[in-house]
């Protein structure tokens, strides 16, 4: 089955600097990776997503990054803000099988 | 419209008694998800349901644990005789459809076995 990994664990940025979160794949056939944020105490939002016909997307400060050939793909947040502190989960999903694999998350602190 | 709702929020229990747990996936969506969560760690695979299909139960981690999905809507997921090991966030997700389409989660469910 696929194996989905993450790093880093922990983050933690300057407000206004970058952050990048990586995650890598095993199983080729996967072809849609989302990213979620999951504020304390809530459920996991969804924030960005790519699909494997693509290398890259953006949304305003936040853009998702794949490669296909290398099997991973990360998370790139720009002028980071305090309100972008949150635990960040990757997953990986394809045409084979039910199930949507989740990296382990990165706990990303944006310090003032 | 509405999103994912689950019920109750939070849930406390003494050791070794059932406890069922709530979700309502958005309307429309065919495919819904349960995960469990561990205080600090990822999302663990539980259960799928995808329309009238047989689910795919191979996440449940023992016969303690069930779901059922009635009417292709409204899911329920079964814990009995609990133990203390089963404390955790219980998160539902629905979607449009399988096969890489985004799910959309709800706030969980707390447990707590006492």
């Known amino acids: 089955g696929e194996n989905v990994e993450q790093h880093p664990s922990t983050l933690s940025v300057q407000e206004g600097d970058s952050a990048v979160i990586k995650c890598t794949y095993s199983?080729?056939?996967?072809?849609?990776f989302p990213w979620y944020k999951q504020e304390l105490g809530k459920g996991p939002q969804l924030i960005i997503d790519i699909r494997s016909n693509v290398g890259e997307k953006k949304d305003q400060r936040i853009a998702v990054t794949l490669n296909k050939t290398a099997k991973h793909f990360s998370l790139h947040i720009t002028e980071t803000q305090p309100e972008d502190s949150a635990v960040y989960f990757c997953?990986?999903?394809?045409?084979?099988?039910?199930?949507?694999?989740f990296g382990t998350g990165t706990s990303l602190t944006v310090i003032p | 419209g509405a999103g994912v709702s689950q019920s109750p929020s939070n849930k406390v229990t003494e050791k070794g008694k059932d406890v069922e747990l709530r979700c309502d996936p958005i309307?429309?969506?065919?495919?819904l998800y349960w995960y469990r969560q561990s205080l600090g760690q990822g999302l663990e695979f539980l259960i799928y349901?995808?329309?009238?299909?047989?689910?795919?139960k191979s996440g449940l981690p023992s016969d303690r644990f069930s779901a059922e999905r009635t009417g292709g809507s409204v899911s329920t997921l079964t814990i009995q005789r609990t133990q203390q090991e089963d404390s955790a966030v219980y998160l539902c997700?629905?979607?449009?459809?399988?096969?890489?389409?985004?799910?959309?989660f709800g706030p969980g469910t707390r447990l707590l076995v006492l």
């Open positions: 997700a629905s979607s449009f459809k399988r096969q890489g389409e985004t799910q959309y």
């Open positions: 997953a990986a999903s394809g045409y084979t099988g039910n199930q949507f694999y």
């Open positions: 199983d080729s056939a996967s072809n849609y």
């Open positions: 349901f995808q329309g009238n299909s047989a689910p795919d």
């Open positions: 309307s429309g969506h065919t495919a």
